[in-house]
């Protein structure tokens, strides 16, 4: 038990990467652990497709570069722009990239559960992804979840099909520090918001616990 909250705990999203190959029985663990997750009616609506091929891994990075500069466009504020680039620089020096895929479609039109929230593929796809991040954690591999991406450039730079979604870009690698606290919290961009605040008891918006 100490073992599942510890990992939990630890988990960060990681920008600094060092160059170091992760060996093939660590990645093949990180993807079964994704392909473990739970999914609505069963559906595994998700891919894993693995890049470490360079060529590919900076047409990637050049995609979420443009989207980068254009999402910084909105933060004026240089240091705020600055964490946006870290990340972005990932893509590149990290040894792999994992896109993580959400067919929608997989498991027909009918599945079990699916009736009234839709959306509940995307959740089991993100379902896959916490395991494979906590997983990684556990490998004492440092994984970064990178969204800031127009989702028609991956589908073209990757060759996936026009009905399943690229959900995610991850990169993985060995990083030299697992910080304690979130980078953006460490530079004032935000903080935890108080627990007793989020946790509600019987009715939205009465507090629990005072
Ligand atoms: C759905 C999702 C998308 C994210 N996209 C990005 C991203 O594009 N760039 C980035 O730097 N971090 C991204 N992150 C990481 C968050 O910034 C990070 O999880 C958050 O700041 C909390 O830090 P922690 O993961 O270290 O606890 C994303 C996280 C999630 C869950």
Redesign the pocket.
Known sequence: MDAVYKAILA???I?VFLPDKLPDDVVERILRAGHHGPSVGYMQPWDFIVIDDKETLRALQAVVERERVRAGEAYPDAKRDY??R??VEGLVEAPLTICVTNDGTRGGPHVLGRNTIPETDLMST?CAIQNMWLAARAEGVGM?????YEKADVREILGIPADVDPA?LLTLGYTPHF?DI????RVG??TRRDFAKVVYANRWGTQRRN
């Open positions: 988990r960060r999203d920008r964490y946006l870290l990340k993100a970064g979840w990178v969204s800031i995610a910080p979130p980078l953006l919290e961009w935000g």
